[in-house]
């Protein structure tokens, strides 16, 4: 087929804007390659914030630096995200570059489910069982859970207990939850549960066996609590039994 005149025009025409894109696109790539990094911008994800942005911008001084005055594509981003994913209260970071000169970091952090007090230390607990520690600018409302917590003396002990409470707490969202307004560990790693009402002190021992165990606690409410008796400590560690003093 005879390509005319003004086919030929045209498709000189395009090849010719084809490379001035081609080229415009490479001098805006090596221009972007020679710009140097000019700040540092601090986002989060919606949700509760353990670390403040001076926080966030202390770790990377700390740990990153000199980044300020460095060429963009100088920049360790995966450094820079696992130097902040090491930050216990922080799920997940991204970190990238943008065309006007900024590292910008974004912080996603984990959602406490529970939270662990032992004399003046205490932690938050999150889904996955990893502990990272409280913050005065964050209060969390969730379950709290005192006195000699976690027990037991060895890692692989404290973690599983950990898990049965988290379970236990699952359980407990389905009606238990708001009646129950404080859980403590006694000495010898007993569980002690604190009603909003009342003055029984129901002593659940070890987080495990719970759907029975709150069956027990609500055969407790429905036939004996009527019966007027002042009991005050009610230990339901034991199966089939409801001993009330």
């Not at 390659?33 to 700040?39: I, K, Q, V």
């Amino acid at each position: 087929m005879k390509l005319s005149r003004r086919h030929i025009l045209s498709l000189f025409a395009l090849a010719a804007l084809l490379t001035a894109m081609v080229a415009t696109a490479s001098l805006a790539a090596a221009d972007r390659r020679m710009r140097t990094c000019e700040g540092l911008r601090v986002s989060f994800a919606p949700g509760p914030r353990f670390m403040s942005e001076g926080e966030v911008r202390s770790v990377l001084d700390k740990r990153c630096a000199p980044y300020i005055g460095q060429r963009l594509d100088s920049l360790q981003l995966y450094k820079i995200e696992n130097v902040l994913n090491l930050q216990s209260s922080i799920l997940r970071s991204e970190a990238w570059t943008t065309d006007d000169g900024y590292l910008n970091v974004r912080i996603t952090h984990r959602v406490p489910l529970a939270r662990f007090q032992k004399g003046d230390d205490g932690f938050y607990v999150d889904r996955d069982g990893v502990f990272f520690p409280l913050n005065a600018s964050c209060s969390a409302d969730v379950p709290v859970i005192d006195g000699n917590v976690p027990p037991g003396r060895d890692e692989t002990t404290r973690g599983e207990w950990v898990r049965d409470v988290l379970n236990m707490l699952a359980f407990m969202d389905r009606g238990w939850a708001e009646r129950i307004v404080q859980m403590h560990v006694d000495s010898r790693g007993d569980l002690i549960l604190i009603p909003r009402e009342g003055n029984e002190r129901f002593i659940f021992g070890q987080p495990r066996g719970v759907e029975a165990k709150f069956s027990r606690m609500e055969d407790y409410y429905r036939y004996i609590r009527p019966t007027g008796k002042n009991y005050t400590s009610v230990n339901l560690k034991y199966d089939g039994q409801v001993i009330c003093k």
